[in-house]
Each structure stands twice: as C-alpha cells, then as structure tokens.
C-alpha cells in the first residue's frame, strides 16, 4: 500500500491468464500476466485516485496554494521581528513601532488561517482518495479466486482493506501538509537566514549533507522493521479470527486460557516491533 502502483487486473481470475505474485505487504501485490491476455487489465497510480472525484485537482491544487501562502507568512515573522529590533526600535517612534507590530499580527494571523484552511483541504483530498482506494481494493478482493484468497489469506486481505488503507491516508495527508510546507521552510529558511546572518547561514549548509545521511540511514533501516511489523500484525488478526470462529469449540474444550495466552503473546510481539520501528 505504499507502493507508488497497484498493479491488478479485473474480471479474469483464471489462473491460467494470471498468476498471483502475492506477499504479506500490500506493495508487494500484483499479477503477471502470461499467454492470452484478460478482458480488461489496469495500472492504477495513485495520482489517480488524487483526481478521480469530483474537483479533485482543483481542490489538491488550492490546498498547496493556501499551504505555501501560510509557509510564506511563517517566514516573514522573523525577518519582521528583526527589521523592528535593529530599525524601528532605534527611532523612538511608537507609530512605527505600532505600525511593524500589526505587520507582524497580520502575518501570524494570515499563517494560522491558512494553516488550518490548507489542513481541513488535505483531510478531505485523503479521505476521499483512501474512500476510493478502498472501493477498488474491496472490489478487486470479490473477484479473486478461492486459491489466491488462501495464497493471500484473509488476514492478510482483512488488513489491506483496513489498516493499509488507513496508513495511505495518513500518508497522503501528510504529503500535503509537511510535503509543501517543510521544503519552503527549509530554502526560505535559508535565504531568510542569508539576508540576516551569512555566517549562521554557511553553517547551517554545512550541516544538511549530515542531516540527510541520517535520514537516509533511519529510512533505510525503517523499512525492513515496518515489513516485520505487517506480518506479525497478519498473525495477531488471525489469531484473532480463530478465537471468533472457533469460540464454540474453545469453551467446550476449555481453552480459553490457552487462547488468551495466545492472543497476548501475538498483541506484544506487535507492540515491540511498533515500538521498535517507530
């Protein structure tokens, strides 16, 4: 699911046309395609899916204008803040003084309201792309054969519809709101810094290579743990599935205690992978 494509195909299911290449994650689904091609076949991307309701680029295009009017404005404070310590303080004159202070009002007030404009905009540019997403996962999951629903099993069908889809929503939310914002907060930085304080500002370039080799480096590692953690999610919502299946025959068995032990350990090997990862 966090792959940049989807890759499936619908109607034709017959394994004879395609054959699953199916893992624990969702970003590694997909279906090659061998001799006679299907009815219909897909590459869904999820630009797709960022345009495929009713005005959604205008509203994604908005939301990443007001979104970088509000950055625009958080930098403008400070370079305010020091035209009025270095320029307006030392003429002695409330009125400029009053005047640069209800600059720096005008400022902080247009960042708050485009702030909160740009962040209710990306909510619903998220929620009506996962809304979709799912659609189309469900959809998709109705015409899978009995052989690829035991290939994938339903756990793992079960977080697809659910967890992953919540997890594209986050990230897509948060592509629209840090995506845009700390990139301008960054070169604005910068150059704000430059027409300050060139010397602070050589120093902070010095730094960015490292900045980036950390990140590289954490990312690189999160990846891996992140897999771990979808698997072991899959065993724990199975577990849990048994449990509701098999209530029935538990009780009369009395292994109720056998499943709580069960269902415990799989809950803590989730939340020390979660924690490890996060």
Known sequence: AYGSYIYYQSHKTDEQHAEPVVGRAASEVRYEIFSEPPEIEYIVSFHLYLLSFRLGFSLLFLGVTIKFIGALMDLFLPW?????????????SMKLIALWGGVMFLCAL????????????????????????RHELFSKILYLSSSQIDEMTLPSLELRLTSDTYHVHRMITMMQRMGIRAPILLIGGIAITLTLDPVLTAVLICTLPFISLLVLTVTRKGFPMYKQLQSKTDYMVRVVRENIAGVRVIKALSKTEHEKTRFHTANQEVIKMEKKAG
Not at 80 to 92: A, C, K, Y
Not at 111 to 133: C, D, G, P, S
């Open 110 to 133: 247009t960042a708050l309201i485009t702030n909160i404009i740009a962040n209710r905009m990306a909510a619903k540019v998220a929620r009506n792309t996962t809304e979709r997403l």
């Open 80 to 92: 305010v803040l020091s035209h009025i310590i270095d320029e307006v303080v030392p003429l002695n």
